[in-house]
């Protein structure tokens, strides 16, 4: 089985300060891994994603997040953050079975809510 | 404008009445799933469809049931069997089952 840790509920952060959001997993076999952001009221956006490869992933609004194997970890990361970037932010993971064992199932973080002071 | 859509946006409803979400995607996705997200408790799995016609349970099935008879639909019907049914209810597809997932706008639902 998967498990998701957003080790901080809230994060409250500067205008123009950088910011991390951190992500612990679980899984005993491979996984992929996903942020979304969600603002009020509203569905989840995909921010970025890891499959394979680059362990470094940028994603959209300047935000990037690593992938950190050992540590079993995905933070996600932006320089400096605009007023506009308030919002929660869920991590997620996805097994990556073989074949017809895998079910699409996304295992969702608690959530962080970034709150961007001006 | 391809995209999912979920109606209405807020939904009430009397307790013991069962209700329809509705989710419509023109992604020309396989897959589809619905979610349920509580404050505090990021989202979970309620049930999902590969295929038309075809679905299966997620984690927390009980008190809800699904249909699929078409690639662009796939509706969600909370029944008076769901204990806590308030909640914010998200639908979402994909390519096939393991490709991103794409949400839409949720549909609130509070049952009074």
């Known amino acids: 089985a998967q498990s998701v840790t957003q080790l901080d509920s809230q994060v409250p952060v500067f205008e123009e300060a950088p910011v991390e959001l951190r992500c612990n997993y679980s899984s005993s076999v491979s996984v992929y891994l996903f942020w979304y952001v969600q603002y009020p009221n509203q569905g989840l956006q995909l921010l970025l994603k890891?499959?394979?490869?680059?362990?470094l992933v940028k994603g959209i609004n300047g935000f990037e997040a690593e992938f950190n194997k050992s540590q079993t970890s995905f933070h996600l990361r932006k320089p400096s953050v605009h007023i506009s970037d308030t919002a929660e932010y869920f991590c997620?993971?996805?097994?990556?079975?073989?074949?017809?064992?895998?079910?699409?199932?996304?295992?969702f973080g608690q959530g962080t809510t970034l709150q961007v002071k001006p | 404008d391809g995209g999912i859509t979920q109606s209405p946006k807020y939904l009430f409803r009397k307790e013991g009445q069962n209700v329809t979400l509705s989710c419509e995607q023109n992604l020309n996705h396989d897959a589809m799933y619905w979610y349920r997200q509580d404050p505090g408790q990021g989202l979970r799995l309620i049930y999902y469809s590969q295929i038309v016609n075809d679905f299966q349970k997620g984690d927390i099935a009980e008190g809800y049931s699904v249909s699929r008879e078409k690639k662009e639909s796939f509706p969600l019907t909370v029944t008076s069997a769901q204990k806590n049914p308030t909640a914010f209810y998200l639908c979402a597809s994909s390519v096939g089952l393991v490709d991103t997932q794409y949400f839409g706008p949720g549909t609130r639902l509070t049952v009074l």
């Open positions: 890891y499959l394979s490869g680059s362990t």
């Open positions: 997620a993971v996805s097994p990556n079975l073989h074949g017809s064992s895998n079910t699409g199932k996304l295992i």
